[in-house]
């Protein structure tokens, strides 16, 4: 019997390499720069390695006491115009909770200080036609009621919903998309 595990490596190692698109050995530029192993190539010059690990990305469920989800809508692909969660990549040199109040402050102008983990998931992303893995941490975010936030960066607009009106389905990212689902499910909000 097959674990998850096994099973999400089989349909990664079934699709093309995270590295195709590198032809060529980043430390020597010897085109003898070949598959390793699954998420990895070597150069058979010069024997650097170099692992395609996933990045870190973030995701906030900010919550306000009348029950409202604070959403944002897309500015730019993928999934342009759908809602979503303010979040985004971790910058080099940034702890993870560091990377979450920035992507905040930049999607909706709010500053926020506590943050709680909530969980995370593996989550593939496109971009500039290339996959990129990502582990997403999801995390609760509790605002007082008298915020406003302004959607900026790369959310054209934020607003609240009610929680008992949040639709899965209006997120365009499927990452989210299943976050937003376990959220409603576990009811995370009342932790």
Known sequence: MRTNRSKSLVSFVSMSHPL???????????A???EHNFK??????????YYANPQSATAAFIMNSRNEL???????????????????????????EQGMRREILEETGLVVDKIEYLFSTPNEYVYSDML???????????????VHPIGGDDAADAHW???????????????????????????????
């Open 70 to 96: 604070l959403v944002v809508r897309r500015a730019k692909e993928p999934s342009k115009g759908t809602l979503d969660l303010p979040g985004g990549f971790v910058d080099i040199g940034e702890d993870i």
């Open 132 to 146: 990129i893995h990502t582990m997403d941490s999801d995390y609760l975010v509790r605002v007082p009621d008298d």
């Open 32 to 34: 003898n720069w070949r």
């Open 40 to 49: 990895s190539k070597q150069c058979d010059d010069c024997g650097f390695v």
């Open 161 to 191: 919903i009610p929680i008992d009106e949040v639709r899965p389905e209006d997120f365009g990212l499927l990452s989210i998309r299943r976050a937003v689902i376990r959220f409603l499910k576990e009811q995370l909000w009342l932790k």
């Open 20 to 30: 195709e698109k590198f032809k060529f050995c980043p430390a020597c530029g010897s």
